[in-house]
């Protein structure tokens, strides 16, 4: 039986994509089968083929299991807007019903290591008073926070771990993704976050020159989420 992860950040532009990436390579470089879920992805491009999310072929890249896009990215919008902005103006219901499917179909593939990306931060609303948090708790799936580390991030980040239990959840793991390394006082930063947070740190990846999976995987340890390595 595989193991399967939500990826959520603390923030838009947390570098949950990278991170999610990483994590994945990092899980075929051990020999396990992989496969992710972008269920939601808004700022698509127009192509021949229809709209592409740079997320999610970034993940799709790094699944074992022979998935088409749309099963990795089933809902895509093109404006570069919240996803329930988006969907409105599309006049399409973003529903967690309409999420479940999808990403139950990638869950059941049977991947040793299976990923479902969140957009944005935790609370990212959908239709009505749903929000994006309701699809891993309807799902019971663990998270991995990404905390985006610059100035103000260990606010976000202990808000965001708060939210993740009280909705009845674990938070497996976090990493620290160095957004701006001139952060003041970096060292005691991190210090503070893996005092603070109730999870293991999966690795801190610094900003790095060409971030791909391969270069950010150098920086991440599974070996805290339980999976078979």
């Known amino acids: 039986m595989g193991m399967a992860f939500f990826v959520t950040g603390t923030?838009?532009?947390?570098?949950?994509?990278?991170?999610?990436?990483?994590?994945?390579?990092?899980?075929?470089?051990?020999?396990?089968?992989?496969?992710?879920?972008?269920?939601v992805a808004s700022g698509c491009e127009a192509t021949a083929a229809g709209l592409r999310n740079g997320d999610a072929l970034a993940l799709l890249g790094?699944?074992?299991l022979a998935l088409s896009y749309a099963e990795v990215n089933p809902l895509a919008f093109a404006p570069p807007i919240a996803p329930h902005l988006?969907?409105?103006?599309?006049?399409?219901?973003?529903?967690?019903?309409?999420?479940?499917?999808p990403v139950r179909h990638i869950l059941d593939q049977g991947a040793a290591f299976?990923?479902?990306?969140?957009?944005?931060?935790?609370?990212?609303?959908?239709?009505?008073?749903?929000?994006?948090?309701?699809?891993?708790?309807?799902?019971?799936?663990?998270?991995?926070?990404?905390?985006?580390?610059?100035?103000g991030c260990i606010s976000h980040a202990l808000l965001t771990a708060e939210a993740i239990l009280r909705d009845g959840l674990v938070l497996a793991g976090w990493v620290a993704n160095i957004l701006d390394p001139q952060t003041a006082r970096l060292e005691e930063n991190l210090a503070t976050l893996a005092e603070r947070l109730?999870?293991?740190?999966?690795?801190?990846?610094?900003?790095l020159p060409q971030a791909s999976p391969a270069a950010v995987a150098a920086h991440l340890h599974l070996a805290p989420l339980g999976l078979p390595l």
Do not use: N
Request: hydrophobic share 45%; aromatic share 2%.
């Open 11 to 39: 923030d838009t532009d947390a570098g949950k994509t990278t991170i999610a990436a990483g994590l994945l390579h990092a899980a075929r470089q051990a020999g396990l089968s992989t496969a992710a879920a972008k269920p």
């Open 198 to 207: 109730p999870a293991p740190c999966l690795g801190r990846v610094p900003r």
């Open 62 to 64: 790094e699944c074992t």
């Open 86 to 101: 988006a969907a409105r103006e599309a006049g399409i219901e973003l529903s967690v019903d309409a999420l479940l499917g």
């Open 114 to 151: 299976t990923l479902v990306e969140g957009a944005g931060g935790w609370r990212v609303p959908l239709t009505g008073s749903a929000s994006l948090s309701d699809l891993p708790v309807a799902l019971g799936l663990p998270v991995i926070l990404v905390v985006g580390v610059r100035l």
